[in-house]
């Protein structure tokens, strides 16, 4: 299997014999598109690409069509952390983050949450159109790490015992990795004995901090090796992956349609030009007074 063929994917697992369903995660040159286009110092990136992975694992465990957004708001050096995972495997983010409070958090030991985030929450949301209702889930920044966080949102307002790990390194060379493994116990089905079931489920989540961060994100072991080294006593049956691709979703279309609905006096600048740029690709749009005529159908 070639190293690419191990990143940049989405992959479902159900471990044998067991009410057990599990997500596999890597992220690598796309996440290096997401994260080269941004420029943002190493903590705030690898935290943006936490929060990718995390965005994507969670995504995979549901059925919609149409958008996931995970987002972080806090009142920390890191202000805001987003990822978009469309249903068909489209990724982008972006975060946003007080430089000088970044340096001062810099020269502070503890754990990232508390030290770049401070307190906040985090929101996902499930938008599948106009026609119909929106999911959203919301939980406290409780938690050391952004995993830890995700555990604490499971286990207050999710029926679904969940555990997840989650990796990430950004070097300054765009190899960007990140990884993230979950495990759910879903609803009693296949366990005969309610003892066996709830002892399967402690062994397959002490199995799962046995993980270490170098091993997910080793390109040179492939998924298949890495799931039956940790689950080849109870057997693992894999399912087709979903690709993971970096793709913006802005256009000059919807940029146009966001221009209409404000009144051109509140975004032209003062030499009588807009411009835009997307936050998730940094993509620029401008738009001349002439087009701006057109755009408003007016002469002034």
């Not at 694992?57 to 806090?74: C, E, M």
């Not at 080793?218 to 890495?226: A, C, R, T």
Request: aromatic share 8%; charged share 25%; net charge negative.
């Amino acid at each position: 299997m070639s190293l690419a063929a191990n990143t940049d994917f989405t992959q479902t697992f159900q471990i044998e014999g067991l009410d057990v369903r599990g997500r596999l995660v890597r992220l690598g040159p796309e996440l290096a598109k997401v994260i080269d286009a941004h420029g943002y110092p190493e903590e705030v990136s690898e935290m943006l690409a936490e929060t990718l992975t995390l965005g994507a694992v969670l995504a995979s465990a549901l059925k919609f069509d149409g958008l996931f957004t995970l987002q972080i708001q806090s009142d920390g050096p890191i202000s805001l952390l987003v990822a978009d995972v469309t249903s068909a495997g489209a990724v982008r983010g972006y975060a946003r983050f007080d430089a000088d409070r970044l340096e001062q958090a810099q020269t502070r030991e503890g754990a990232p949450v508390p030290r770049l985030l401070g307190s906040g929450h985090l929101a996902f949301t499930v938008d599948q159109g106009p026609d119909m209702e929106r999911y959203q889930g919301i939980a406290a920044l409780d938690g050391a790490t952004l995993a830890e966080c995700a555990h604490h949102y499971f286990r207050h307002s999710e029926q679904l015992e969940t555990a997840i790990f989650i990796a990430a390194r950004v070097s300054g060379d765009s190899d960007a990795r990140a990884g993230a493994l979950m495990v759910q116990r879903m609803p009693y089905q296949h366990v005969p004995d309610e003892n066996d079931a709830e002892d399967g489920w402690r062994r397959t989540v002490a199995i799962l901090a046995s993980l270490k961060a170098d091993e997910l994100l080793d390109w040179n072991l492939d998924y298949d090796q890495l799931l039956y080294r940790l689950y080849h006593e109870d057997g693992v049956r894999v399912f087709a992956p979903q690709p993971l691709v970096h793709q913006c979703r802005c256009s000059q279309g919807k940029v146009e349609n966001t221009l209409k609905s404000f009144p051109r006096s509140e975004v032209v600048g003062d030499d009588g030009y807009v411009r835009v740029v997307c936050e998730f690709c940094k993509a620029k749009y401008d738009f001349s007074p002439g087009q701006l005529d057109s755009l408003y159908d007016r002469v002034d």
